[in-house]
């Protein structure tokens, strides 16, 4: 790669991102071929931005695009980075470029299909750089919940296509259901945050609304993006709705009107939901209906 496009690529630091990453909704993929656009990844709305140095780079690229990434974030620049797989011929290079490397948020973990892998890398890199474990396969499913459980692991996300090309199933909502049902219960067994769910393919954006009204219904709080503009819908979709926030605030306001007081069975369940609510809808800044 041309020192000209290198030095672009490390001109302008990113911005604050503001939503914790326990809570973000939308994560961008972003080639790290493509250093020219890091700033205008970190710059849009998308809750978290991920360097991609595995699927979306040519064996060959390798060694330029994760030299790049590392550029960047040695300029400021923050991101979370997508590694190659621990059985590539990749993985080794890409845990030692980045330990230590300021401004890495954290990794995700290609194809994990077991605790040791994310274990591993996490003690690779430093024995804090959080790792995000995507699940890829038939064997990294139901591997899911001890891969929650392991040392290092930071959240579980969907790897739907490749899950697809392993198994022979189709993209529709029955048969994915299985394996984001997975996902989250075996995230609630590690006391994770919610998982995070598989792009969406295409530019069709009623679709993509749709795809990600179903994944809030499967019980998962984030999705994987392929481009900027998926980024505004994938987060209004996933935030508590302005209505949702109008009962919890209702609810809130009675509760305390009355002293805390727990009256039957069905309270202590709807307390738990309206903070949660009142929670995300601080942290999105999601006012009530009015």
């Known amino acids: 790669m041309s020192s000209t496009v290198h030095s672009d690529a490390v001109s302008k630091p990113a911005r604050t991102r503001n939503i914790p990453a326990e809570i973000a909704r939308s994560w961008l993929l972003v080639p790290a071929t493509r250093p020219e656009i890091f700033d205008e990844a970190a710059d849009s709305r998308a809750d978290a931005v991920v360097l991609d140095i595995e699927d ?3 064996p060959k ?5 994760r030299a790049d990434v590392i550029a960047w974030l040695r300029n400021g ?3 979370w980075v997508r590694i190659n797989d621990v059985h590539s011929d990749f993985w080794a290079d890409d845990v030692a470029g980045l330990r230590n490397i300021p401004n890495l948020l954290g990794v995700m973990l290609a194809k994990t299909e077991n605790a040791e892998q994310v274990k591993e890398t996490y003690h690779r890199l430093d024995g804090k750089t959080r790792v995000l474990a995507l699940v890829e396969s038939a064997l990294g ?3 899911a919940n001890n891969i929650a459980r392991a040392e290092g692991a930071f959240r ?9 090309r392993d198994t022979g199933m189709a993209a529709d909502r029955e048969a994915m259901a299985y394996p984001r049902a997975k996902l989250v219960v075996a995230s609630r067994v590690g006391n994770l945050p919610g998982p995070i769910d598989g792009p969406t393919v295409g530019t069709n954006h009623p679709i993509l609304r749709e795809q990600s009204a179903i994944t809030v219904s499967m019980g998962m709080t984030g999705k994987l993006c392929l481009a900027i503009d998926q980024t505004t819908i994938i987060n ?3 935030s508590p709705t302005p209505t949702d926030v109008a009962w919890a605030t209702d609810f809130m306001n009675d509760f305390e009107a009355r002293g805390g007081v727990i009256r039957d069975g069905s309270d202590l369940p709807r307390l738990g939901r ?7 809808a601080v942290a999105y800044g999601v006012q009530p209906a009015v």
């Open 56 to 58: 979306a780079v040519d």
């Open 61 to 65: 690229k390798k060694d330029a695009a």
């Open 77 to 79: 620049g923050k991101a």
């Open 141 to 143: 499913i139901e591997e």
């Open 156 to 164: 579980l996300a969907f790897g739907s296509g490749d899950f697809r």
């Open 236 to 238: 209004e979709v996933i």
């Open 274 to 280: 309206a903070e949660k609510i009142m929670k995300l």
